[in-house]
């Protein structure tokens, strides 16, 4: 046998190399180890057919809340946070990118308790607020934001920190944002702004045209404060100026942050984002967001076409936190896969304040893949017809297989 894996018949959508067309893919001690038109079935040693199903790279998700073990209440970083393992996979999430939960105070309880466990691929941003995402009171607290400290915590824990974040920040100055900035600067990283609000002082328009730098990124693109369309019902030129500087725009959906007023326009005029992420935190995968692959439809909805939303949804949020051996399957690159059905029907998405979009398609996450290993089947396709087992499958101690006296003959 060349290869452990082979999934045959699917269609192949990989962004990075440009690939939208049927192939096979096989996997050897999991990584891509061939991708090609007809890859004989005789040279893997497990063979899944994936027949009507669209085969793309493991999703990263750059906007996650996983700080579920802190032990706050009611905090992003606490009660509101969730381990990722019950919810990546089964959306086709492959990396989870935490968006500044903890601060330089908390980030070794955090690497502790959740970054160094479970088997999704997680890095993190580091909150320039030393407490990170505890309380709407100490977010606002300037005196732990401290750029030496957030430094030298991104320095030491280098292999998971991807850059630095500011959240939730009310005042009117631009402290906060300055000071990440500084700190993501030092450390050769991205910084991720997180408003929900924004004072006469300091509007979003300064924010990505005169604040941030190439390689930022502001999340909650599509949030209400954040002005996208004109009187002429043209995208803002600010936002094209940004984006010309290099600003990255990532969706961060959440419970807060999605309106079809500001998507749906930018979409049809082809502003689409540069990333897709969830925001997932207990609030929103209860309510409007739901999952990755529930964002991933909205988009489908409103007529994005499908490959742009797979690149924004592997490629280009892996580049985004300089992980570019992520997000595509590329001859030797780690085999994270991901295969979607496209369901045909009605279906209903609604925005976070239940603005409603109707859809005739959906996608529904059906296996996922990590570093080559089966993490989600969700209809059973790797699976034999039970009658074709063993006699006695799922029996591990024969000798105690003891039938009742004057039932089913002699005992096994
Ligand atoms: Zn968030």
Redesign the pocket.
Known sequence: MTFDLLLKGGHFIDPANNIDTPRDLAIRDGKVAAVDTDIPATSAAKVIDMTGLIVTPGFVDI?T?MFASSGFRDA?AGDRSVLPDGFSFRSGVTTMVD?GSAGWRMFEDFRYNVLDRFETRMFAFLNIVGMGMVSNDLEQNQADMQVDRAVAMGREHEDLIVGMKT?HYVGPEWTTVDRMLEAGRALGKPSMV?FGLFPKQRPYYELVTQRMSAGDITTHMYLGDVPWIGADGKVLKYLYEARERGIIFDV?H?GGSFYWRNAVPAIEQGFYPDSIST?L?TWCMNDEMQDMTNVMSKFLAIGMPLEEIVRESTTNPAREIGHPELGHLSIGAVADVTALSILEGDFGYLDVRQGRVQGKQRLRCELTLLEGQLMWDFNGRTGTDWRELDEFYGVRNPEGLIMPPGEGGASK
């Open positions: 906007h809340h992003w968006t959240a997180d961060g959440g925001d935190h």
